[in-house]
């Protein structure tokens, strides 16, 4: 009989991942789906644009980021194609898998709508439907808990109880900010404090709860659901009393106890139905 050990795990499941992009969104070899999930298997994204050719013919992933953590692997994407009018795409999305012998048991994403219905796809509604699975799972190192326990503590304290002064707690003040979608946006603890800032007098109400969470060696991933209500000022414009429940993706790299870099995918559709510009 083999054991696989826990980092034997964490490799192979991660291995499975990509051969599943590789056949199913390169080759698009979608017949061999059953090699890669279970037939019960649970999925919390409805959309077909993944597989369907009526949007997107020829459609290509590229795996951008990807972190393993025991039977969950996280990762961000870049999806690129055409649509059938000949407009170009250029889609980030993360992904979220929960494996089961070999096989992907169950699945969640966070998707950037706002290109999806730039292209004329429906993108959905504001409310996910997906449900959280928070919290760590299985065993970890116990830098892996520290960096977990140090991602959630930033949620709560800077992020829910609008407390900027304890942001150096948890970023280092040349931490280096990485969004998936535009380069314009600046490095640094000033730079973050000033952003965030500008946000909290937008959404007095803003709360995070952070619905998934993998940490493995250096790196915490999570999906997190930012809501509040736009009812005050902000540095374009004025309250338009419209609510915002936005789903992000965020990845960080933590270095000596606090966050290093980190890099996000956001779900600009939400934020611009609340009433804020997008990239």
Known sequence: MTTVTHAGQRT?????IRELYGTLYRERRFEEAGRFFHADHVEHDPADWRTSDRVFPELRADIDHLVAGNDRVMLFATWT???RSGTELRLHTAELYRLRDGRVAEHWNVVDRDVLVAHGVDGGPDRSGQPAAPGLHGPHSDTERANAELVLGAYRDVFSEHRLDLAE????QDYRHHNMRTDAVPDGLDAFKAFFADNIAAFPDLVTTVDHI????DRV???VTWTGTLTGAWSGGGPSGLPLEMRTCDQFRIERG??????????YLALGRAGLPTP
């Open 169 to 172: 707690q948890y970023y280092h």
């Open 12 to 16: 192979r499941n991660a291995e499975l």
């Open 81 to 83: 194609g055409r649509s």
């Open 221 to 223: 991933m999570v999906f």
């Open 214 to 217: 993998v940490a493995a060696d």
């Open 258 to 267: 606090k966050v290093a870099e980190h890099w996000e995918v956001v779900d």
